[in-house]
């Protein structure tokens, strides 16, 4: 059987389309599936789909397509059919175009099902479909979450389909009062209303340990997800347990938002936006709490993505999917709704009672991975296949009477095409098919080419072989090598910080090959593993394992390839799954010599594997920055040489200048705790080292500012000097834990100096080392500035002021 699904964009990466990728996916095992997306903006989908699944597109938006429709008069048209947001024909979503070429597709389409996936799309397959497939709708949001426009339209669209799919049991049940007529069975002018949950699949993540004190949410940047929410109970945690962290991924329009609440509750060091991360499974399984804070969830695809990993999840009980999913208590708890301040609280309240039971946390984590299984794409596939043929079933009986008949005709007039009889092809596993084949057609009537081609093979065979085999002989060892296949690789971090490759055997060459890691910069040697031959491979991987102790990597970031060792020839490897949990709760790495020796694998923005590593003598770990009235604290952990005793008690902060026009500084340190005694050589005991000692300072704003020479440009790398006789100074920065970079995520507010213009901002570089740096306010805090300029005077407090962009050029690192 072939079946089709709708999307509007298949190049996205919202809710629905990863609902589909999931259920084509399942679906593929047994049948031909096609995803049809109306609009195409990008070369390849932000999802992975199956290969098994067929990719086509109505409308063309790449510019530098052959076949780009930008230009198209019509595309700039309104849609004729409804439109479901004002913005949607700038955007291309509704437009006389894609009116044409849906109706195009529905018209001539050979599927047996088709499945549209939004009200829009709902709405064509109910104007243009034809009866000569099943025309199945999905609802991926909720009867209520619809503005009253869209849901006039789309329920008058569904009694015209054959069935609509809700997500939630409560949300089929509320259509199907609001639709009179509508119910469990098809009848003339009615459609099947009913659930079917979202498919969500396994991946194969090493399921979280709940140690890892990090509260994990993901999601799209948008009101109704209310983050804000999130962030304000995570303020009210904090103050209980300053030791848990919150990461939001995700990206929207709330970002800037999100940003400035962060900011303005002064979480900026222990909440932090991460951006989008594909794929999420990796993310959720470093936590030890996910959360979900919405003020309504159609189903909650999330949840269960966590659940898969592992871990326990707190939801607001907001219709209509959490409830459905969570067993409270059992394998997670669902945070009542009120007023804002009673909700902010009882969510606090709930991360609090996690927080302080490891044992529960874990119980209700192992519970989730359970209840995950529910929403396999192998079951929510079969219930699928169980509503077909039930559809198909109450076809049949009526199949030949002449009233079908009329009206099938009666849709063939209205789409332009003839209809056909219904396909009755029996759901059962196996070969994925069709309508079963007509026998072959007699001898008489194939093709003469066919049959010339027959003659000629029996005729020219017999001169031909021999000749050939002789040029086959003649060739010989000249025959070229077989090109070399993309690598595609897994990686995750060991339990003694050892990092795991695993190799998909398929793509690897077939002779003996090596694992090649490459330094970017000019220097260190390339390191070789060589890779177990393809017939030692386990479900299809082979695996290496680049050992700590054993190897010693130089700081730098090293990309990894595969090299097949008869020619030198070697290709880039491909990312899969990054697994780094295990470096949030690991001591933190030394080498035999006591260096710190940071490893990070990660996945590069263009998708290939890389480790980012460091290995310094001596380091101060930055574990907070906090913003005062006049001065900033920072706190720092010591590691290698700099941990010593003698080293750290006597030891003074170094600001040093990257610009002639501005002098260096220095700064007094306070030792926050007595060091450990360390053996005075190393052993292997030492090597993930304990406890290390601490130090703080302060950075007084008025001084960087007095050491400015007007161009406001002044930029500092801030350095440790130990107190030892000739011990070399070190680096403040974060390279501990699992971020291959912290520019973009570790973001701590730019303060304003004074009553000026200026701006002081310290962030972490490229390097991921603290750097402090004078900038001009941007022009929306100056807008600010002068706002409050021109207010009356009230008491103010600190000058510190939320800042969304990146750090300057001039503050770049180099």
């Given at each position: ?7 509007d ?18 679906l ?11 609009r ?16 086509t597109?109505?409308?063309d ?15 700039h ?7 479901e ?10 437009t006389?175009?894609?009116d ?9 389409t050979?599927a ?39 849901r ?18 409560a ?6 009062a ?22 969500v ?12 004190k990090?509260i ?6 948008i ?25 939001i ?21 222990r909440?932090?936006?991460m951006?989008?991360?594909s794929p ?30 592992g ?7 907001c ?11 059992h ?22 009672q996690?927080i302080?039971?490891?044992?529960l ?10 209840k ?25 009986p009526?199949?030949?009477?002449p ?27 196996g070969?994925p098919?069709?309508?079963?084949a007509?026998?072959?057609?007699p ?11 027959r ?31 993309r690598?595609l ?15 998909l ?19 260190p040697?390339?390191?070789?593993l060589?890779l ?11 695996e ?49 010599a ?24 001596g380091?101060?770990e ?15 952990d ?16 170094l ?13 007094p ?15 292997a ?5 304990a ?11 008025e001084?960087?500012?007095a ?13 440790l000097r130990p107190g ?11 390279l ?13 507010p ?17 390097s ?8 001009p ?8 500035v002068?706002a409050a ?19 300057s ?6």
């Open positions: 059987m072939k079946i089709a699904f709708l999307l964009n298949a190049y996205g990466i919202g809710g629905t389309i990863r609902s589909t990728v999931n259920l084509s996916r399942a593929a095992d047994r049948h031909t599936v096609e995803v049809v997306s109306l195409r903006t990008v070369r390849e989908t932000a999802l992975p789909f199956d290969p098994r699944v067929t990719m597109h109505l409308i938006l790449r510019r530098e397509a052959r076949a780009y429709d930008g230009d198209d008069p019509r595309f048209e309104p849609s004729q059919r409804f439109t947001g004002a913005d949607h024909l700038e955007r291309g979503i509704a006389r175009l894609g044409v070429r849906v109706e195009e597709y529905l018209s001539r050979d047996d099902v088709v499945i549209a996936t939004r009200p829009k799309i709902n709405d064509y397959l109910a104007a243009y479909g034809s009866d000569r497939y099943l025309r199945i709708g999905q609802e991926h949001l909720t009867h209520a979450m619809h503005s009253k426009h869209v006039t339209h789309q329920d008058a669209a569904i009694p015209h389909l054959d069935a609509f799919v809700t997500v939630s049991y949300d089929a049940a509320n259509y199907r609001a639709l009179p007529g509508a119910g469990t069975a098809t009848a003339d002018g009615e459609a099947l209303i009913t659930c079917i949950p979202n498919a699949p396994a991946v194969d993540v090493e399921p979280s340990d709940g140690d890892s990090l994990v949410a993901a999601g799209r940047l009101k109704v997800k209310r983050y804000d929410r999130l962030i304000s109970a995570f303020a009210l945690v904090s103050a209980q347990h300053p030791d848990w962290r919150l990461r991924y995700g990206r929207g329009r709330q970002q800037a938002t999100l940003r400035a609440k962060i900011d303005t509750l002064g979480l900026y060091d909440a932090f936006l951006g989008p991360h999420i499974e990796t993310e959720w399984a470093k936590g030890a709490i996910a959360a979900v804070s919405s003020d309504g969830e159609s189903f909650g695809m999330t949840l269960v993505e966590a659940m898969h990993c871990v326990p999840v707190i939801s607001t009980d219709p209509y999917g959490p409830g459905e999913i969570i067993d409270n208590g394998d997670g708890l669902l945070s009542p709704l009120g007023e804002e301040p009673f909700s902010v609280r009882a969510y606090a309240d709930a991360l609090i996690l302080e039971n490891p044992e946390r874990y119980r209700m984590g192992q519970a989730a991975l359970d995950a299984a529910r929403y396999a794409p192998e079951r929510i596939a079969g219930e699928y296949e169980q509503l077909i043929e039930k559809l198909l079933t109450q076809r049949r009526s199949a030949a009477q009233d079908e008949a009329g009206s099938k005709a009666e849709a063939g007039a209205r789409t332009g095409t003839v209809p056909e009889p219904v396909s009755t092809v029996a759901l059962t596993p070969t098919g069709r309508t079963p007509a026998p072959p057609a001898a008489s009537t194939r093709p003469l080419r066919r049959r010339m081609r003659l000629a093979v029996r005729t020219l065979g017999p001169v031909l072989r021999p000749a050939l085999r002789q040029w086959r002989r003649h060739r010989g060892t000249e025959r070229p090598t077989p090109k070399l296949r690598p690789a897994r990686a995750r971090v060991a339990t003694d910080g050892s990092l795991v490759f695993r190799l055997a398929k793509r690897l060459p077939k002779d003996e090959s090596v694992l090649v890691m490459h330094a970017r910069r000019a220097g040697e390339p390191l070789r060589p177990p031959p393809r017939a030692k491979a386990v479900d299809g991987w082979v290496v394992r680049l050992k700590r102790g054993a190897h010693t990597l130089p700081e730098d970031r090293w990309d990894v390839h595969v090299e097949r060792v008869a020619d030198g020839k070697r290709k880039r490897v491909h990312s899969g799954l990054v697994e780094t949990a295990r470096l949030l709760s690991m001591p933190a790495p030394l080498d035999g006591g260096a710190l020796a940071a490893w990070v694998p990660y996945t590069t923005v263009d998708g290939y594997l890389a480790v980012r590593a460091w290995h310094r003598p380091h101060a930055v574990t907070s920055v906090e913003l005062g009235q006049d001065s900033c604290t920072v706190r720092a010591l590691y290698g040489h700099a941990a010593r005793p003698d080293a750290a008690a006597k030891g003074t902060v600001a040093v200048s990257r610009t002639e026009s501005e002098p260096g500084f220095e700064l340190v306070q030792l926050s705790a007595e060091p450990p005694v360390s053996p005075t050589e190393p052993t005991a030492t090597d993930l080292m406890p290390a000692p601490s130090l703080s300072f302060e950075l007084p704003y001084l960087p500012a050491l400015d020479s007007g161009d406001t440009k002044g930029v500092w790398d801030l350095w030892a006789q000739g011990t070399v100074p070190v680096r403040f920065g974060r501990l834990g699992d971020l291959a970079d912290r520019k973009k995520t570790d973001l701590v730019r303060v304003r100096l004074g009553e000026t213009e200026t701006g002081l901002r310290l962030y972490f570089s490229l991921n080392d603290l750097v402090v740096a004078l900038q306010l941007p022009l929306a805090e100056r807008a600010e002068l300029d021109a207010a009356p005077a009230t008491p103010s407090a600190p000058t510190a002021h939320s800042a969304s962009s990146s750090p050029t001039s503050a770049s690192s180099t």
